[in-house]
C-alpha cells in the first residue's frame, strides 16, 4: 500500500524540547508498526530534519517556525532534529496500523 493511501489505526503524540545536538524525533517507546511521523515545529526557529544523527546542519531539510511535515517513516527508521542554536519545542506524532 502506498504511504498515501494509509489509515492510521494508532496515533501517538510526543512533545520534545530539542537543543543543538541530534535528538531522536519519537516518544520514549517507537509507535510498534508506525509509517509515518508528523513534526510540529511550536517554536519561531528553524528546526532542521534528517534520518542521520551525523548529518552537517547545512545538509539537513530545514523546517520553519509554526510548520509542520509528515515524513514517512517505518519503526526500524529514525528521524532526527536539531536546533541551530537555543532550545526549541516540538509536536512529534507518530501513526500507525
Known sequence: MAFGQQ?????QE???NIGTEWTA???TTVLPRRFAVEVYNRSNRKLF???SNTQNIRAA?????A????EPAESA?????RAASSTIRVMVT???H
Open 7 to 11: 489509515k492510521a489505526q494508532r496515533v
Open 14 to 16: 510526543t512533545s520534545l
Open 25 to 27: 524525533l519519537q516518544g
Open 49 to 51: 530534519l534528517s534520518y
Open 61 to 65: 531539510k530545514a523546517l520553519g517556525g
Open 67 to 70: 510548520e509542520g511535515k509528515v
Open 77 to 81: 527508521l529514525t528521524l532526527y532534529g
Open 94 to 96: 507518530e501513526y500507525g
